[in-house]
């Protein structure tokens, strides 16, 4: 592990994730996105925080920190920051690489273009050294530990069975409508994650680099074409499809979008003067809200106000990249310099401090490879 010293009394610690390959995607959820199930071999090792990134952490490195829409927290600074854009955790990642590797360009920009943005498409990776977002295959090989949680495909990466599911994610059915600290389990003495992770599943969905595209597993799938990361359009959502009126209200009246997701659209119902009139006007708000942005990126990992079928490693979400939501958060990824003559388990592994390479203190100098672009 890396552990990185924001100042202001906060830290930020980084697991390796090492190279190998594991199964990623389902063979039996109902989502068609996720039915493309396929073994993922990841070449090179990246460094990917044990945590969302914490309130702490944020106003550590941005300064104030977003409101969460609950209160009474309990050590509001360990709970993940929340209602923050993807372009918001984009600057987080450029903020850390300005920090700690000033000499070395971000691997994720134009940096212009995560100020004020409304198209996400002008942001690429150019797979160099450099905090950044997980790509949602790096994510997902880190969920499901690297290969080290095998156990084939499980719809979560702690095995089978709702007890042990109940013990360790925080969903809508035990999260009391609310995030909770990073580092604290719905119940105590629970397995850890062999890789070092935290709440990889559940309390908060987290931003991931990549553009939304239902067939993206198919296109990774063995034997076929790869598409090229973060630079393939997405998807258009068809309203009438992916954002129909009537279907989303009756999906908020099973509770079946989430506590937060459900009340947000009956309210809208609800003033717009129900029956048709309440519908168009719900229809005229889904519109503007999932046309803002232009294109979805992915989210991943199920939170505190989502069902128990999103808390899953396999599970696909999307948002609007200029849409803050108070059950999304982030965590950052590292890409590392390319392989050392010392891998990452032979080096010491005390804090570094902001400076990078003109202090000598390089956050990367000890990984074992570089970064993983298709990963």
């Known amino acids: 592990m890396r552990e990185l010293d924001l100042g202001a009394g906060q830290s930020m610690t980084l697991c390796w994730i090492p190279p190998g390959a594991s199964w990623i995607g389902s063979r039996d959820r109902p989502?068609?996105?996720?039915?493309?199930?396929?073994k993922l071999r990841v070449e090179r090792g990246f460094w990917l925080g044990s945590t969302a990134v914490t309130r702490g952490q944020w106003r550590a490195i941005r300064g104030d920190v977003p409101e969460p829409g609950f209160e009474d927290m309990d050590l509001p600074d360990r709970h993940p920051v929340v209602n923050v854009s993807w372009f918001?955790?984009?600057q987080f990642c450029a903020d850390l690489q300005a920090r700690f590797l000033p000499e070395v360009p971000a691997p994720v920009g134009p940096l212009e273009s995560l100020v004020q943005a409304d198209d996400c498409s002008?942001?690429?990776w150019s797979g160099g050294v450099g905090f950044r977002l997980p790509s949602e295959c790096e994510w997902e090989y880190a969920c499901r530990g690297a290969g080290r949680l095998a156990r084939g495909l499980a719809e979560t990466p702690f095995g089978d069975g709702e007890e042990v599911f109940?013990?360790?994610a925080w969903y809508m059915g035990n999260s009391t409508e609310r995030t909770h600290p990073v580092d604290r389990a719905p119940e105590e003495n629970v397995l850890p994650h062999p890789l070092g992770l935290r709440q990889v599943i559940g309390n908060v969905n987290e931003w991931c680099l990549d553009l939304y595209r239902a067939e993206r597993w198919a296109e990774l799938r063995p034997g076929r074409g790869q598409a090229a990361h973060g630079r393939r359009p997405a998807d258009s959502a068809t309203l009438s499809e992916a954002f129909d009126a009537l279907r989303?209200?009756?999906l908020a009246e099973a509770g079946e979008l989430g506590s937060t997701a459900s009340r947000e659209i009956l309210t809208v119902y609800r003033d717009s003067g129900g029956q048709k009139g309440g519908l168009e006007g719900l229809q005229a708000a889904l519109n503007k809200t999932y046309s803002a942005g232009g294109r979805q990126r992915v989210l991943r990992g199920g939170?505190?106000?989502?069902?128990a079928a999103d808390a899953a490693s396999a599970y696909r979400g999307r948002g609007?990249?200029?849409v803050r939501v108070g059950g999304v958060g982030f965590r950052v990824c590292l890409s590392p310099r390319p392989k050392t003559e010392a891998g990452p388990e032979r080096r010491r592994t005390g804090p570094v401090k902001p400076g990078g390479a003109r202090s000598g203190a390089d956050p990367?100098?000890?990984a074992e490879a570089g970064g993983q672009q298709e990963a």
Do not use: I, K, N
């Open 31 to 38: 989502y068609a996105a996720e039915l493309t199930a396929f």
């Open 88 to 90: 918001e955790a984009l």
């Open 122 to 124: 002008a942001v690429t």
């Open 166 to 168: 109940e013990q360790r």
């Open 248 to 250: 989303m209200l009756r």
């Open 303 to 307: 939170s505190w106000d989502g069902t």
């Open 320 to 322: 609007q990249p200029v």
């Open 364 to 366: 990367c100098a000890d």
